[in-house]
């Protein structure tokens, strides 16, 4: 798998990829706008040009979009709601001119009511972006910490909106922090392979196109979203050895988003970590197989 990571888009999406070749990233991820904030300005042509001959001409895998912060399909406030639609819509649209291959967002909270009160709306809303923005680029929901009212910590959830919306066009992103925090066992063989059994039934592994890699700071089942540096959280080493070995990864691209070790977010040492497990697990999978 191509193992990448979240970079800034700051000055102009093309300088993204600067910053990406910088610290030897084999893909990216960005927010084409501020994640803090609703305003939205489309990138001139020549800027998009400048991207797509960059990206080229490194080499660059899978250029992914990730939603905003604030996004929230779920919202019974109209105004936020209209807000995050148009907010998906814009970044898909955008994701068509680029070539990026999709946006990931996260389903966010239903706010105390419930996921049956919210269901038909957030359906609604996919089906909007989804016609809003034709193309090729698909629509990833994330996986959820399980924090609060949050939506789509479990497979069910996540495989019960992505039923009822029913478009071949949405898809799953998985974070390794995020499953740990809700409890799922991605540590060890034996419960990695559990994990992704119970995935591909109520889901299934072919929807799965990309994985947010990241350590995680609290312990196994806290519902807490907090990110730590490869090997140095509570899945660990050996715990990311186990995940790149499996044979459900290996052409899914991976992104980092880990604090980094000066807190300046995803950076080399980080990557070289995650190539350097994922040269042993294909060393280890090459033995098995002689």
């Not at 489309?42 to 797509?52: G, L, Q, R, T």
């Not at 290996?250 to 070289?272: A, I, T, W």
């Amino acid at each position: 798998m191509d193992i990448g990571a979240h970079v800034s888009a700051a000055g102009g999406i093309e300088k993204a990829v600067d910053r990406a070749v910088e610290i030897g990233a084999e893909a990216i991820q960005i927010f084409p706008s501020s994640p803090r904030m609703w305003r939205y300005k489309d990138p001139a042509d020549a800027n998009v040009e400048k991207f797509e001959t960059a990206a080229a001409e490194a080499g660059l895998g899978p250029t992914v979009f990730h939603g905003i912060y604030l996004v929230a399909l779920a919202a019974e406030d109209e105004a936020l709601y209209e807000r995050s639609v148009e907010s998906l819509t814009n970044y898909m649209r955008l994701a068509g001119r680029l070539g990026a291959a999709g946006v990931v967002f996260h389903p966010a909270s239903h706010r105390g009511r419930g996921y049956e009160a919210i269901e038909a709306q957030f359906v609604t809303a996919v089906h909007r972006i989804l016609d809003a923005a034709p193309g090729e680029a698909w629509l990833a929901l994330e996986n959820s910490a399980g924090m609060g009212d949050h939506v789509g910590s479990k497979f069910g959830e996540l495989g019960r909106l992505i039923r009822a919306v029913d478009r071949p066009r949405v898809k799953v992103c998985l974070d390794t922090q995020h499953l740990w925090a809700a409890d799922y066992d991605v540590a060890t063989a034996d419960g990695l392979n559990a994990t992704l059994a119970e995935f591909d039934e109520l889901i299934g592994l072919d929807l799965l196109v990309a994985v947010h890699a990241n350590d995680s700071k609290t312990a196994r089942g806290s519902a807490v979203d907090r990110h730590e540096n490869i090997g140095e959280g509570t899945i660990g080493r050996e715990g990311f050895l186990n995940i790149l070995k499996h044979p459900a990864f290996q052409h899914v691209p991976f992104y980092l988003e880990v604090p980094g070790f000066e807190n300046s977010g995803p950076d080399k040492r980080n990557l070289d970590i995650l190539k350097a497990l994922r040269a042993e697990a294909g060393s280890q999978r090459q033995t098995r197989q002689d």
